[in-house]
């Protein structure tokens, strides 16, 4: 499974001991979650078991059935936080940005910096997943909508800005899954000329509102 750039998630993540010296924190929902998203980021779907997690995390099964139900009811809160997590990424996107330029560069860094080898490895998932599948189907059209509201500021045109949406989720996406090993200079190089393409549709936009107002036809 390609494993993109980004945000890189590190070693499995541990429980902070904010407790007496010697006695360790009881392993919260939120602590099992991290170390999901860290075993799957290094190891893909076939590493993650209740066994691998409570390696991670220093705690007994115990620990994990004391949270959840069993496995179908921990993987559905897992795919539930990411969900949200996910979605709140792109949130201030929808802040106004000043000029077409600003604007492109607040998203191009905005898509540099997702956790993308958190995204690939989910995506790696959803191939054999159902459910993991169809939570991030929401999450592509939620970012999709996203995107698309954010880039009706810089593009006049619905349309247009509809398919430069699609086309940054496709870019997104298709990048965490083709590029292995991690190469966040092609991501970057990629977010430009897709930018390029975006500042193209804006300066046409530009032109044909001054040929307008001069009553002349755009060059």
């Not at 075993?39 to 991670?56: Q, T």
């Not at 496995?71 to 936080?81: E, G, H, I, K, P």
């Not at 000029?99 to 989910?122: C, N, Y």
């Not at 593009?155 to 899954?177: E, I, K, N, S, W």
């Amino acid at each position: 499974m390609a494993i993109g750039s980004g945000a890189v998630v590190g070693p499995a993540a541990t429980i902070p001991n904010r407790t007496t010296p010697g006695r360790p924190e009881r392993a919260r929902r939120s602590h099992f979650h991290a170390a999901a998203l860290s075993i799957l980021a290094a190891e893909g779907a076939a590493g993650l078991r209740v066994g691998s997690l409570c390696r991670s995390l220093k705690v007994t099964s115990g620990s994990f059935y004391h949270h959840f139900t069993g496995w179908a009811d921990f993987v559905r809160t897992l795919l539930d936080s990411h969900e949200r997590r996910q979605v709140a990424l792109l949130s201030g996107l929808s802040e106004p940005c000043g000029r077409d330029a600003e604007a492109m560069f607040v998203l191009r860094m905005t898509l540099l910096a997702l956790p993308h080898d958190v995204e690939a490895a989910v995506r790696g998932w959803a191939a054999t997943a159902p459910d993991v599948r169809a939570t991030q189907r929401r999450i592509d059209t939620g970012r999709g909508a996203q995107l698309e509201k954010f880039l009706s500021g810089v593009v006049d045109d619905p349309v247009t800005a509809q398919r430069m949406a699609v086309l940054a989720v496709a870019v997104v996406a298709g990048y965490q899954q083709t590029c292995a090993p991690p190469a966040p200079a092609v991501l970057e190089h990629l977010l430009e000329d897709y930018e390029r393409i975006v500042v193209g549709y804006s300066i046409s936009r530009q032109d044909c509102h001054n040929a307008e107002k001069h009553g002349t036809a755009p060059g």
